[in-house]
């Protein structure tokens, strides 16, 4: 029996990607977050397409666009007719 992954998505509010000691940059103590950078995948160029939080997370967790989901500012909410990344992990056990 294969053995399922375990993913972990870390998304943070106004943190900049050099504010983690992995990366060399900052002086910063950041251990927990190194641990999993070492252990995991770490994505070192990546890019939002939106300047705020919801609808970046959302365009991470649908694979679709800001203006195709249709959340554009925050304080919104993702409506249940969208199928998203926890979809596609359940639907493949």
Same mark, same amino acid.
């Given at each position: !029996? /294969?053995?399922?992954?375990? $993913? $972990?998505? +870390?998304? &943070?509010?106004? !943190?900049?990607? &050099?504010?983690? =000691?992995?990366?060399? %940059? *900052?002086? %910063? $103590? /950041?251990?927990?977050?190194?641990?999993?950078?070492? *252990? @995991?995948?770490?994505?070192?160029?990546? $890019?939002?397409?939106?300047?705020?939080?919801?609808?970046?997370?959302?365009?991470?967790?649908? =694979?679709?666009? /800001?203006?195709?989901? @249709?959340? +554009?500012?925050?304080? !919104? *909410?993702? =409506?249940?007719?969208?199928? =998203?990344?926890?979809?596609?992990?359940?639907?493949?056990?």
């Amino acid at each position: !029996m /294969t053995k399922n992954p375990n $993913i $972990i998505f +870390v998304l &943070t509010d106004q !943190m900049r990607s &050099t504010a983690m =000691g992995c990366s060399g %940059v *900052e002086k %910063v $103590i /950041t251990p927990n977050l190194d641990k999993l950078a070492d *252990e @995991g995948t770490r994505f070192t160029n990546a $890019i939002a397409n939106s300047p705020a939080c919801t609808p970046s997370r959302a365009n991470l967790l649908t =694979g679709m666009h /800001t203006l195709s989901h @249709g959340l +554009v500012n925050n304080d !919104m *909410e993702l =409506g249940t007719n969208y199928r =998203g990344f926890a979809h596609c992990l359940n639907d493949n056990g």
